[in-house]
């Protein structure tokens, strides 16, 4: 018996639906419990249990004619505060309700809705630039398990649907967009367009690009994945994930019931921290890509920086689709430097920003994808992908724009000085 409660069912305000609140409106109010405590923030509930009053209260969750909690990793108040509020913010202008569940990495919920999806003797395609451990769960951990898998550079239209028809069996076609690290932009509604008239599911990897600047359901697709470790986060105190989807039993009973099942359960603390930081979401998107813009153009500039990959700049070979589908260009830029010495001696020259791993931080985090996130990858692989050596990855942050750039002009003074 454990079936997870509609969200809108579940304590607290429902989802909201039915107003007409920007996007601001709804990243600070939906989703929040105003529960009979009367507490302005939402109560952190750290248990792992609930109690029943009586057995008649039994007997009437058990037969469905009342919700209860019962058990955290079955659900929790906080995470399904959480889950109505980036519902609102990923269903944003939707005529109909979308339905989320939250896991406790964006893997857990990469995984859950692969496996949600696809099984045995099924078959998946994705674009051949992607996060580096979702790299390797398509390449080797899920053909382990039976589900063979393929990639189409940039999921070509054309090349797209000839591996579709090689591969009758595709249940998924798999889109990070902007990719991680290259910044290659995926049409996600033209992509739909073709995977649904072969019978294929959709589902977005969209940590980059956040709800605030692009909501792929809005454009078709069938499910959202989020890392909810960045942007959604954005203070860098939490590792988490979620799917979004607008079909309710996928997530009730498809991809988001494994999180009971494989067990990828968030805190309530970590989902806590989660709705917090998702409050000012749009606030900071904004500072992020005005940020990253005056960073992109200034590297652009510099005789050093061999080239700069930001889906803004005009120069960017998919610059026109994201302007189709993005509000704006988000805070992740790449950098070629033209060989690892130069790469490394920038990333030593920078002072204020750090060299880290992961990113959507409040501060500006620099890392070298072809020694870091990527380099699982062989040598081969990666330079087929565009992950070069002198590849320097940027998540820009809400510092003013001008220390940032300061701090990258010098490293660029020391990495061409030696
Ligand atoms: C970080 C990230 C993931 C994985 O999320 P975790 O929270 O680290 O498990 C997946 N996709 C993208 C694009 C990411 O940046």
Redesign the pocket.
């Known amino acids: 018996m454990e079936t997870p409660l509609p969200v809108t069912d579940q304590m607290g305000k429902d989802d909201d639906s039915g107003n007409d609140w920007e996007m601001p409106t709804e990243s600070v109010h939906a989703g929040e419990m105003h529960d009979a405590s009367g507490a302005h923030i939402d109560p952190i509930h750290m248990t792992s249990t609930y109690i029943f009053e009586d057995s008649g209260a039994i007997k009437s969750w058990g037969s469905g004619e009342s919700g209860a909690h019962v058990y955290s990793r079955v659900g929790n108040p906080n995470r399904e505060a959480l889950a109505r509020k980036l519902s609102a913010l990923e269903g944003f202008g939707m005529a109909s309700p979308v339905y989320a569940e939250i896991f406790s990495?964006?893997?857990?919920?990469?995984s859950s809705a692969l496996l949600g999806l696809a099984g045995s003797g099924d078959h998946i395609i994705a674009q051949s630039v992607l996060?580096g451990?979702?790299n390797h769960l398509v390449n080797e951990v899920l053909p382990k398990y039976g589900i063979t898998t393929s990639r189409v550079p940039l999921l070509q239209g054309d090349l797209l649907v000839e591996e579709l028809a090689a591969n009758p069996n595709t249940k998924v076609v798999y889109i990070?967009t902007p990719a991680?690290p290259t910044m290659s932009v995926i049409d996600i509604a033209s992509t739909t367009e073709i995977a649904h008239s072969h019978g294929a599911s959709v589902v977005v990897?969209n940590?980059?690009a956040t709800p605030v600047l692009q909501r792929p359901l809005s454009l078709g697709a069938d499910v959202v994945?989020h890392?909810?470790?960045?942007f959604i986060n954005g203070h860098g105190t939490v590792?988490?994930?979620a799917l979004i989807s607008r079909d309710p039993d996928f997530i009730e009973n498809g991809g988001g019931a494994l999180v009971r099942y494989i067990g990828a359960v968030p805190s309530a603390m970590d989902c806590w921290l989660t709705s917090i930081g998702l409050k000012t979401l749009p606030l900071r998107m904004r500072e992020h890509c005005a940020n990253a813009r005056a960073l992109a153009d200034f590297l652009d500039g510099s005789e050093m920086v061999e080239r700069t990959y930001w889906p803004g700049l005009e120069s960017h070979p998919q610059h026109e689709i994201a302007s189709k589908q993005m509000d704006d260009f988000g805070a992740m830029i790449s950098i070629d430097m033209g060989d690892f010495e130069t790469a490394s001696r920038l990333m030593d020259g920078l002072s204020m920003c750090s060299l880290a791993v992961?990113?959507g931080n409040v501060d500006t985090l620099v890392q070298h994808p072809a020694s870091m996130t990527h380099r699982l990858m062989s040598e081969e692989d990666r330079l087929a992908v565009g992950i070069t050596d002198g590849m320097v990855r940027i998540s820009v942050g809400i510092e003013s724009a001008k220390d940032i750039i300061a701090d990258f002009d010098r490293a660029i003074s020391f990495a061409g000085g030696s």
């Open positions: 990495s964006g893997m857990g919920a990469v996060y451990t979702t990070e991680n990897d940590t980059f994945v890392s909810t470790t960045k590792i988490g994930g992961s990113l």
